[in-house]
């Protein structure tokens, strides 16, 4: 198991201090919709591949008011462009918070086929909460071998997400960490598998 953050816009990080804590991996916000690059996008990238972190990038979706294959050619399109979408970074992960008042288990399918298609990446992560795993987003219609999921679910012990399979990778645990190099709240999340497994 390995310590990990997640961060965007909200965060300014000093890589070194993050690491020097014992984290090794982080989740970067890329994207949001159909028209959004999150400013620090970059500056994050470079300087946490320049401490030696393991890093992929995310997406938040807009299933409210985007169809799938727009918001996935959005973000497979610049995390191509950075060199995020291939083997030895984290897998392009769909952060999914947003309804869409209809089949939202079609929504991701469609989704994780369409950035499949654009990246060559079949690995991917699905990140939501427990809740949201087990009332909305119907995992069956759309979980393969290659799909792996990012539980967030606080006040739980890291680890013990209280939606917990055998595709569970990660647990997002809190949202109001303290780290050395971040002023103000992080998110804090252990991964529960080799993360050179994430990374093929």
Sequence with gaps: M???????????VNWYGVRDAGYEWAYIKATEGIG????RFDAHV???RSVGFTI?????ARPDTNP????????ATELNARGLAGEGNLPPCLDIERDNGGDLAEWVRVFIAETRRITGRNQ?????STSWFQDKLNPDHWLDDD???WVAHYGRPPGQ??????????????DEGRLPGIDGYVDLNLCMVELDDLKR
């Design 36 to 39: 959004y690059v999150d400013p």
């Design 68 to 75: 799938p294959e727009a918001d996935a050619e959005h973000f």
């Design 147 to 149: 799909v792996r999921l």
């Design 2 to 12: 390995s310590s990990g953050i997640d961060v965007s816009r909200h965060q300014d």
């Design 161 to 174: 997400p209280g939606y917990l399979t055998d595709k569970v990778c990660a647990h997002q645990y809190t």
């Design 46 to 48: 470079n300087a946490a």
């Design 56 to 60: 992929g990038g995310y997406h938040f």
């Design 124 to 128: 991917m992560v699905v990140y939501a």
